[in-house]
Structures are given as structure tokens and as C-alpha cells.
């Protein structure tokens, strides 16, 4: 175990990456919440101070270079070389095939593909240094094909490559790289495809459990909980690995 545990989550304003710093300060790390603007991180940093955690708000596009790189700086900083890292921030821009744009596609790659890569890029050396790392990067049930989501659930599948890539390229240095692959999880992502539909979040939300073994949406807590496994010292056996939390195997 590294002496600092401090960890990063993107997107973590809200929804799911806000439920995953929230966690992760609860099982006592120092965490830097990330989203666009770091206004937006204000209620996830002061959930995490209130119950007694330590949080930075972090304003960063994470597909931006150079701004990836001085977020990381000013953050080892603040809280200390971060050797946990949450890749989560996400956009949808779905479409069918024939409708979307170009600039649909990219700024779904941008963000999930490129910003992951960055993120990972950044704060490699801190983990290489410390010899211990844990990164998670969150994928979805849409990298197996998802109608309406040609970049989105391309962007999902590549996130599974970087995972194995990294796990490979950073084992011996004591840093496991995994990914999570959530099915419907009720967010303001899900609740802006319901309005995509036309179709009220509760009874989209039914729909949806009504295809779940589980008989239930989930929750960002669910897989907040898996990234609280993932990154445990006891789960440093377990590398390259994608999990699906979805309620039952995909459909
Ligand atoms: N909700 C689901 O059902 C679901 C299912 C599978 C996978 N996921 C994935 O989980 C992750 C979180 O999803 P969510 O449902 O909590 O989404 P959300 O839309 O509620 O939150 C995403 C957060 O990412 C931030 N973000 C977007 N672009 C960014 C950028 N360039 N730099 C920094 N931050 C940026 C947003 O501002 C937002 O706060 C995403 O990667 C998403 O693709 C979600």
C-alpha cells in the first residue's frame, strides 16, 4: 500500500462518480473531485467534509492535455501523489448511424477515450513511483452494441482495451487497472435518454427493471461499491479485468 491514499474520480460531480468519492473517502482516502467546472463539485466536496473525509474540487476537461496535466500537478500538490484513479467522467451524444454527426462522434471519444487516456498518462508516474496503483475505468453493457450508439458503445468497448493494455503495461509496478461495465443505473445520463425517448424517468426506469434479473434499476451506489472492491488492498491479484454490474448477465 502506497504511504498516500489519495484518489481521483472524474465526472464526479454527480451521479455515479460523485457516489464512487463519496465512497472512497469513506474507506479513507483523500479524494480530488473532478468534473468541468469545479463550482459543480461543490455538494460532493462537502458531503465528503461533512462526514469527516478530505476532498478537492477540481475544475478539468479531461480531454484536455494540458489541462489534465496541471489538475494532476495541483492535486499531488494539495492532497499527494494520487495513486488511485477513477476514469468516469462520460457523455452521451446518441443517435442512429445515419443522423450523427461528426462532432457527435468525436466528443464522445474525446471525452471517454482520450480523457481516459490522458488521466491515465498523468498520474502513471505518481503510482510507478509510490509502486502501487489502482485505476478503474468505467465502461458500460453498451460495448457490446447498443442501438442509437454507434461512437458511445465504440468508445465503451475501446475503454476495455486500454484496461488490459494498462494492466499489462503497469503490473510490476504494483498497479492493477480494471474496468466496470454498469447496465442501467438511474443518473441524469439515463434520465436525459428517457427525455431523448420522450418517455417519463419512472416508467423508463420500470422498463428497464422489468429486463433486469434483479427486478430493480440500479443505483450509483452499486457500482460505487465495486470500485471500492477493485481498488482494496486485497484485490491486487485481480488486473485486466471487466465486470459487468448490470443485475445479471447482459441481455
Ligand atoms: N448511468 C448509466 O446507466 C451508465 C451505464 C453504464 C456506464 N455509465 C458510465 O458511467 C459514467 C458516469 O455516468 P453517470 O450516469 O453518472 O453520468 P452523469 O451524466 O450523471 O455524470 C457524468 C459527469 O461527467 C462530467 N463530464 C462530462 N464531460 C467531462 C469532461 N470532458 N471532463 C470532466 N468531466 C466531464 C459531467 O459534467 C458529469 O458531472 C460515464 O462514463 C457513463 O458513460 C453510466
Same mark, same amino acid.
Given at each position: 500500500?502506497?504511504?498516500?491514499?489519495?484518489? %481521483? +474520480?472524474?465526472?464526479?460531480?454527480?451521479?455515479?462518480?460523485? /457516489?464512487?468519492?463519496?465512497?472512497?473517502?469513506?474507506?479513507?482516502?483523500? +479524494?480530488?473531485? %473532478?468534473?468541468?467546472?469545479? #463550482?459543480?463539485?461543490?455538494?460532493?466536496?462537502?458531503? %465528503?467534509?461533512?462526514?469527516?473525509?478530505?476532498?478537492? @474540487?477540481?475544475?478539468?476537461?479531461?480531454?484536455?492535455?494540458?489541462? +489534465?496535466?496541471?489538475?494532476?500537478?495541483?492535486?499531488?500538490?494539495?492532497?499527494?501523489?494520487?495513486?488511485?484513479?477513477?476514469?468516469?467522467?462520460?457523455? %452521451?451524444?446518441?443517435?442512429?448511424?445515419?443522423?450523427?454527426?461528426?462532432?457527435? !462522434?468525436?466528443?464522445?471519444?474525446?471525452?471517454?477515450?482520450?480523457?481516459?487516456?490522458?488521466?491515465?498518462?498523468?498520474?502513471?508516474?505518481?503510482?510507478?513511483?509510490? #509502486? !502501487?496503483?489502482?485505476?478503474?475505468?468505467?465502461?458500460?453493457?453498451?460495448?457490446?452494441?447498443?442501438?442509437?450508439?454507434?461512437?458511445?458503445?465504440?468508445?465503451?468497448?475501446?475503454?476495455?482495451?486500454?484496461? #488490459?493494455?494498462?494492466?499489462?503495461?503497469?503490473?510490476?509496478?504494483?498497479?492493477?487497472?480494471?474496468?466496470?461495465?454498469?447496465?442501467?443505473? @438511474?443518473?441524469?445520463?439515463? #434520465?436525459?435518454? @428517457?427525455?431523448?425517448?420522450?418517455?417519463?424517468?419512472?416508467?423508463? /426506469?420500470?422498463?428497464?427493471?422489468?429486463?433486469?434479473?434483479?427486478?430493480?434499476?440500479?443505483?450509483?451506489?452499486?457500482?460505487?461499491?465495486? +470500485?471500492?472492491?477493485?481498488?482494496?488492498?486485497?484485490?491486487?491479484?485481480?488486473?485486466?479485468?471487466?465486470?459487468?454490474?448490470?443485475?445479471?448477465?447482459?441481455?
Amino acid at each position: 500500500m502506497a504511504d498516500s491514499r489519495v484518489a %481521483i +474520480v472524474t465526472g464526479a460531480a454527480r451521479g455515479i462518480g460523485a /457516489a464512487t468519492a463519496k465512497r472512497l473517502a469513506e474507506d479513507g482516502f483523500a +479524494v480530488a473531485v %473532478i468534473d468541468l467546472d469545479e #463550482k459543480q463539485c461543490a455538494d460532493t466536496v462537502s458531503a %465528503i467534509e461533512s462526514g469527516g473525509g478530505t476532498a478537492l @474540487a477540481v475544475g478539468c476537461d479531461v480531454s484536455d492535455a494540458g489541462q +489534465v496535466e496541471s489538475a494532476v500537478d495541483r492535486i499531488a500538490a494539495k492532497l499527494g501523489g494520487p495513486t488511485v484513479l477513477v476514469n468516469n467522467a462520460g457523455v %452521451i451524444r446518441d443517435n442512429m448511424l445515419f443522423k450523427m454527426s461528426e462532432d457527435d !462522434w468525436d466528443t464522445v471519444m474525446n471525452v471517454h477515450l482520450r480523457g481516459s487516456f490522458l488521466m491515465s498518462r498523468a498520474v502513471q508516474k505518481h503510482m510507478v513511483e509510490a #509502486k !502501487w496503483g489502482r485505476i478503474v475505468n468505467l465502461s458500460s453493457t453498451s460495448a457490446l452494441g447498443n442501438r442509437g450508439q454507434a461512437n458511445y458503445s465504440t468508445a465503451k468497448a475501446g475503454l476495455q482495451g486500454l484496461t #488490459k493494455t494498462l494492466a499489462i503495461e503497469l503490473g510490476k509496478f504494483g498497479v492493477t487497472a480494471n474496468a466496470i461495465a454498469p447496465g442501467f443505473i @438511474a443518473t441524469d445520463m439515463t #434520465k436525459a435518454t @428517457a427525455e431523448r425517448v420522450g418517455m417519463d424517468f419512472e416508467d423508463f /426506469a420500470k422498463a428497464a427493471a422489468s429486463q433486469i434479473p434483479v427486478a430493480r434499476a440500479g443505483q450509483p451506489e452499486d457500482v460505487a461499491n465495486t +470500485v471500492s472492491f477493485f481498488v482494496d488492498e486485497r484485490s491486487g491479484f485481480v488486473s485486466g479485468q471487466v465486470i459487468y454490474v448490470a443485475g445479471g448477465p447482459k441481455v
